[in-house]
């Protein structure tokens, strides 16, 4: 599965010294530098994180050796949580490694459990610089009832893998598969599951056992041992040709104790919705809707899980996943499952009884706040169908003030959803420069993603001012149920984590950044900024902290980015290691590109060395690399204090070479646009949405809250020109500003600042 020159590792206890290392991160390191590091100092070791190409000094103590088939089944988990919990699962990881093509196996699939055989084992994309592991997953083709319950042929990305039916494929990694005959896969499941059992088969056992890829039932007549191999003599319910109460001989690996259904259990229960009464409050109910409804103990909130009619009722009902342990269920009634969820959480109830969540959305005029008046999603569903719906162009900035300023504007919030409501509003409310992740092709099982980005978010967030929280939600549990993390609708996320889930594995979109070093191109996303011990940096600007970031870790532009996506240096989301960032307007990149002339930081013409030692030099600007010309380059290196600087030759491009450059060389700028921020695990955003020092405005989906618990959140846009004020401040004057006595929202922006992003103006797609 992946290199034998590597040794794999996972970080099973995080490091005090890494904030941005987390337990269940996986590394590697070639044997070559492992037997020579361990001989050395053999308390630590300089691994490479998997999903970055960058190194990091770690004790081994923290961390424990993985093969590397353990390390591409673990890779293949969304998240570092995920991984170490299933690391943890020995016997999970033994039994994922046993798995070989055509074993029957259960998957999980959102909130069911469906029936298949593994028809590929292996990776989905090949490995790059940023990401040496791709992870081993399991391609799976659904069998009897669950046939097109998936969402593939068996084809990934335009790459056939296996070939199956439409919508009969699915792939999984090692942590939703579980083999049928015995297994221990699932820590959620009983070692003893009666569906599962291990105990030794006797006659007169029921059983389920596979044959030519089908689940089928019986009951144990005999079992003997022919040639060393165990066969177990079945009378079977129905054979391959449709016979009831014929005979069949499998080998006992294929039997299992006890009935296994061959799909989830009892889910024939869906039957058509009766036709409501157009007056009825839940005519637009549909699964995955969020509701509240009336109980004993006051209104309970939850998401239709299932809709039909249950045993001896003739009245369309519910299936409720509530958001508190106040249910009777798992989502089993009367003993027979028609979805799952956590203990006490499920409740079926009339579906008549439920109502939209008002948490949500208030419509009632008794409100003091009401929710502004948009298209409804039949409405826009109906404009979809019939090409009506088309891409809306960002807010300008003559519209942001009647368009967007005020409470009731922006992305409501819900539920710790404030790190994507930041993320998406910085995103697409001002700017276009990734609209293309918008309207790229995609495949069909990500298409509703998509189409719930465009239609549902951002266009009305354009056209209107205004999404709500549903709408927010609706994505989240797009994202939940594709298996990216099980916790998307209910936990705190960071915005790089989503952005990256969104723009690598839901939309497959380029990677934004190409970084050269060494030679090697690295492909990324976001730009994490780290800083050596030694810097002197007390009130940096980001241009300053981007130069010192690529200095200490000799790398390069390998291209111009349309956008650039910069997370600012901290040891943790709690604790920033300045007291102050100064937004850069412009980033100045000219300098960081590995290709490309540049000009002599002295005299202007062509600069042909590089002197990474002069670029602490106090003597020079605090900014840009120190590059020079033949001419210059010999006379600053004539100081007997800089004799020992070892020079680096430029790339120069080869019409440029035997000539000079004219001093109005054109430079190379990326505009700052939005800056994500965060105070007490809070996210806002600041958009820099106009030309004027003073086009400024600050979204917070969480401003303000109407109600207690069965309240909603009311997002807010306020104009901010205080901000372009301080900005016009020189360094010392802006050091001398203590935050809480800073005008208005100004300190948010230069305490708080967690994440800019910038673009090249060139590359907007409505400029």
């Keep these: 599965m992946t290199s034998t020159d590597n040794l794999y590792f996972i970080i099973t206890t995080k490091p005090d010294y890494l904030g941005h290392i987390n337990a269940g991160c996986i590394c590697f390191i070639r044997e070559y530098k492992y037997r020579s590091e361990i001989s050395h100092s053999p308390k630590k070791l300089h691994v490479t994180k998997a999903s970055s190409s960058l190194d990091y000094a770690i004790d081994l103590s923290c961390m424990e050796q993985l093969s590397a088939d353990e390390a591409e089944l673990l890779q293949a988990l969304p998240e570092d949580t995920e991984r170490l919990k299933w690391f943890k699962e020995k016997n999970a990881l033994q039994t994922a490694l046993g798995l070989t093509k055509g074993t029957p196996v259960t998957v999980d699939q959102g909130r069911q459990e469906l029936q ?29 009832k669950d046939k097109g319950k998936g969402d593939t042929d068996g084809t990934h990305r335009y790459k056939t893998l296996f070939s199956c039916p439409k919508d009969c494929g699915i792939f999984a990694p090692f942590s939703r598969v ?20 291990t105990e030794e088969l006797a006659p007169g056992d029921r059983v389920t056992y596979f044959t030519n890829d089908k689940c089928r039932h019986g009951m144990v007549v005999e079992l003997r041992e022919e040639d060393g191999k165990h066969v177990v003599r079945i009378s079977t319910d129905m054979d391959e040709n449709g016979k009831r109460g014929g005979e069949v001989e499998v080998p006992l690996y294929a039997v299992a104790k006890g009935e296994v259904p061959a799909g989830p259990e009892s889910m024939e229960v869906d039957t058509p919705l009766e036709k409501p009464n157009t007056d009825d409050l839940y005519l637009d109910l549909a699964l995955d809707s969020a509701v509240e409804v009336t109980v004993a103990t006051g209104n309970s909130y939850g998401t239709i899980r299932w809709i039909g009619t249950l045993p001896g009722r003739q009245e369309t009902m519910a299936g409720l996943e509530l958001d508190e342990e106040i249910g009777v269920s798992d989502g089993t009634f009367k003993g027979e499952r028609f979805f799952k969820c956590a203990h006490k959480r499920a409740l079926f109830v009339k579906l008549r009884s439920c109502r939209p969540d008002s948490r949500i959305q208030r419509t009632s005029s008794s409100h003091s706040e009401r929710m502004p008046a948009v298209e409804t999603e039949t409405e826009r569903e109906a404009e979809r169908s019939t090409g009506k719906l088309e891409a809306v162009p960002p807010i300008s900035a003559e519209q942001v003030k009647p368009l967007l300023i005020g409470r009731m504007k922006g992305i409501q919030g819900h539920c710790n959803s404030c790190y994507m409501d930041a993320a998406l509003f910085s995103l697409f409310s001002c700017s276009s420069v990734l609209d293309s992740m918008l309207f790229k092709s995609t495949e069909p099982r990500d298409t509703p993603i998509q189409n719930t980005l465009l239609h549902d978010i951002v266009n009305p967030l354009r056209s209107e001012g205004f999404v709500k929280g549903l709408q927010i939600m609706k994505l989240r549990q797009q994202l939940q149920e594709h298996g990216y993390s099980h916790s998307f609708t209910t936990d705190e996320k960071d915005p790089e984590e989503f952005l990256t889930v969104i723009m690598h594995h839901i939309l497959a979109l380029d990677p934004l950044l190409k970084l050269s070093a060494a030679g090697k191109v690295q492909e990324s996303y976001c730009y994490q900024i780290f800083l050596d011990q030694n810097h002197s940096l007390v009130l940096p600007t980001v241009q300053q902290l981007l130069e010192h970031s690529f200095h200490s870790s000799e790398l390069k532009l390998a291209e111009v980015p349309s956008c650039l996506i910069l997370q ?4 943790g989301k709690k604790f920033k290691m300045f007291d102050k960032i100064i937004p850069s307007l412009e980033l100045d990149i000219t300098d960081l590109l590995s290709e490309g002339p540049q000009q002599c930081m002295l005299c202007g013409n062509l600069a042909r060395e590089e002197c990474p030692a002069c670029f602490k030099d106090p003597l020079f600007s605090q900014t840009g690399f120190k ?9 600053v290196h004539s100081h007997p204090q800089r004799h020992s600087h070892q020079r680096a030759p430029l790339d120069i491009p080869k019409g440029y070479v035997g000539r000079g450059v004219p001093h109005s060389l054109t430079r190379d700028k990326l505009e700052l646009f939005a800056v994500l921020c965060i105070e007490t695990s809070h996210y806002v955003s600041f958009i820099k949405y106009g030309p004027g020092s003073q086009d400024w405005i600050f979204f917070d989906s969480m401003a303000d809250r109407e109600g207690e618990r069965d309240g909603f959140n009311i997002p807010e846009v306020q104009a901010c020109p205080e901000v372009g004020r301080y900005l016009e401040m020189s360094p010392a004057e802006l050091a001398n500003q203590v935050p809480r006595e800073m005008e208005g929202v100004a300190k948010r922006l230069f305490c708080d600042a967690y994440m800019y992003l910038y673009q090249s103006t060139s590359m907007c797609l409505y400029r």
């Design 116 to 144: 298949g055989i593994i028809r590929y084992i292996g990776k989905l994309t090949e490995p790059t610089f940023s990401c040496p592991l791709s992870g081993t997953f399991f391609g799976i083709e659904l069998q009897g």
């Design 178 to 197: 579980r083999p049928v005959v015995p297994s221990t896969l699932s820590p959620s499941i009983p070692e003893h599951s009666p569906q599962l059992d």
């Design 568 to 571: 600012m240096p901290r040891f």
């Design 627 to 635: 590059v020079f010309c033949e001419t210059c380059s010999s006379q």
